[in-house]
């Protein structure tokens, strides 16, 4: 590996630092408990198992649970937009099997009455898994103790055969349920990640610092779509003469700042009236869900870092950590001054968007109370103009 070149990066240890985010936009829109994804991931896999999948195969589908979910901040329905979207982004991860729209008919039925019409074997059959599981964790939320809840799963699949689900698939999950600990395992976290880690092969694979940028994008692009914020990085980082490596780790950063905001309520994050003090303290912690997501993926140290201090400060008053200036970088400040600059530049629903005159006045302004680094802003403001 050409470490100024390339980084490690394997597809299911990013998803499962990522389901955190798309787990609290799906408990927003749905109100499924913590780690729905990763419990259908188990049940997948588990089920994958009865079906002798290939390495490969329990690879991909576990990683296809952890993204089911993806783009649910843009659209609230699973319908067909959704899921289109969904699997338009899907198609950008490193996949390993090649196959197609496992993500865009997981919410088909065996009898045809899903989103997209499909009938039996037409329906992949990740699909079909990933249907079965995530219906039962959306409905029941596998993770209840009480031993209701199971009896009350097997009555509603014994009246599904053939109707929603195939009578096969549903054989296969009373063969998987039938042992307690299949039970006592989905109701924790620790042994569900114990349990996915022993299941998988290690695929770590060796891409580009660029071919990761398109994978983070992803999330980027489902905060901010058509937004010019990774452009306007590049430029500064061209400005000040970063090497390839620096560059690169610095836009992956970039596109990555926003994705604790995932964390954040939609009611709250996209308001239109003042905030509450309550709701702000809320809004205040979208930094360190993007600390805590990242921090978990290898090779990613300096990345997480950079990300997650957009809202520090030079007077050490900022959020979360409330670091001072002579702990924030180049790159940190720098990821500051952007971060304002684009919000600035961004029309909201309370207001137009602002010049870049304008915005830089507002920057300079913040500066002089020692917020933002004034030659940073002063360095944007000729460099962007």
Request: net charge negative; hydrophobic share 35%.
């Given at each position: 590996?050409?470490?100024?070149q ?9 998803l499962?630092s990522t389901?955190?985010?798309?787990d609290?936009?799906?408990k ?25 999948f290939?390495?490969?195969e ?8 952890l ?16 899921l289109e ?7 950008n991860?490193?996949?390993l099997?090649g ?20 009938k039996g074997?037409l329906i992949?059959?990740?699909s ?6 995530h ?7 596998l ?6 809840n199971?009896?009350?799963?097997n009555s509603?699949l ?9 009578k ?10 039938s ?6 395992d ?9 349990f ?7 695929f770590t ?9 398109s994978y ?5 692009s489902?905060?901010s779509?058509?937004?010019d ?6 430029k ?19 596109s ?24 702000y ?7 360190y869900?993007?600390k ?10 300096d990345?997480?870092?950079?990300a997650?201090r957009?809202?520090?400060t ?17 790159k940190d400040?720098?990821?500051a001054?952007?971060?304002?600059y684009?919000?600035?530049r961004?029309?909201?629903s309370?207001?137009d968007?602002?010049s870049h ?10 500066s002089?109370n020692?917020?933002?680094d004034?030659?940073?802003v002063l ?6 103009q």
């Open positions: 590996m050409n470490k100024k390339q980084i490690q990066f394997n597809l299911n240890n990013f499962l389901s955190l985010a798309l609290l936009v799906e927003d829109v749905h109100n499924t408990s913590k780690n729905h994804s990763k419990r259908v991931a188990y049940l997948s896999l588990k089920i994958g198992q009865k079906f002798d290939s390495p490969q329990m690879s991909d589908l576990c990683a296809y649970c993204v089911h979910n993806l783009s649910l901040k843009k659209e609230n329905n699973y319908n067909k937009e959704h979207i969904a699997q338009e982004k899907v198609d991860l490193p996949f099997c196959y197609k729209n496992i993500i865009k008919y997981h919410r088909e039925y065996f009898d045809g009455s899903g989103v997209f019409g499909l074997k992949p059959q990740f079909q898994i990933i249907s079965l599981a219906l039962l964790d959306e409905r029941f939320d993770s209840k103790e009480h031993i209701e199971r009896k009350e799963i509603f014994e009246e599904q055969g053939n109707i929603l689900f195939s096969e698939l549903i054989d296969k999950f009373f063969e998987v349920s042992n307690i600990d299949f039970w006592l989905i109701q924790n976290e620790n042994d569900i990640l114990y996915i880690f022993g299941s998988l092969y290690d694979i060796t891409p580009t610092f660029e071919e990761v940028l983070t994008s992803i999330f980027d489902l905060y779509e058509n937004s914020y990774l452009e306007k990085c590049s500064m980082a061209d400005f000040y003469d970063f090497d390839h490596k620096d560059k690169q780790t610095f836009l992956i950063a970039a990555l700042h926003n994705i604790g905001k995932l964390a954040i309520p939609s009611k709250i994050l996209n308001k239109q009236s003042k905030l509450t003090k309550d709701e303290e809320i809004i205040k912690s979208y930094p869900y993007t805590k997501i990242l921090n978990n993926l290898m090779g990613f140290n990345i997480s870092n950079w997650s957009v809202q520090e030079i007077d050490g008053n900022g959020y979360p950590y409330k670091l001072s200036g002579k702990d924030l970088s180049l400040r720098l990821m001054v952007l971060n304002v684009q919000s600035l961004t029309k909201k309370y207001r968007e602002y005159k304008d915005a830089v006045k507002i920057m300079l302004e913040l002089s020692n917020k933002l004034k030659a940073t360095d944007l403001s000729k460099e962007l």
